[in-house]
Nanobody, 124 residues
């Protein structure tokens, strides 16, 4: 099993930047594929960014492509989401997730472990 804890959320003005972190427990974190999702009030949880199963490629939602970057440091058991050029529509609770099976990285149902989420609020 792995436990995930997000941090780094907060209030930022439009056009600003934030870096989210997701710290994972366990010494085998590198075996998991990881991703970031977000959920705004009244909306379904949506895909933001993820690594593919073997970690060689990254995927991004069209809405964040070119503005967000996912990265990971296996030595630190941490995944990051660098967010730039933030927009009010990026306001949501952001979750990191990990999965121990291959498949389509876009589907939240494929992920086995989730963090508690961190709030990101972008003011206009």
């Amino acid at each position: 099993q792995v436990q995930l804890v997000e941090s780094g959320g907060g209030l930022v003005q439009a056009g600003g930047s934030l870096r989210l972190s997701c710290a994972a427990s366990g010494r085998t974190f590198s075996r998991y594929a990881v991703g970031w999702f977000r959920q705004a009030p009244g909306k379904e949880r949506e895909f933001v960014a993820a690594f593919n199963w073997i970690g060689s490629s990254t995927y991004y939602a069209d809405s964040v492509k070119g503005r967000f970057t996912i990265s990971r440091d296996n030595a630190k058991n941490t995944v990051y989401l660098q967010m730039g050029s933030l927009k009010p529509e990026d306001t949501a609770v952001y979750y990191c997730a990990a999965r121990e099976r291959p498949g389509n990285a876009y589907y939240p149902t494929l992920y086995d472990y989730w963090g508690q989420g961190t709030q990101v609020t972008v003011s206009s």
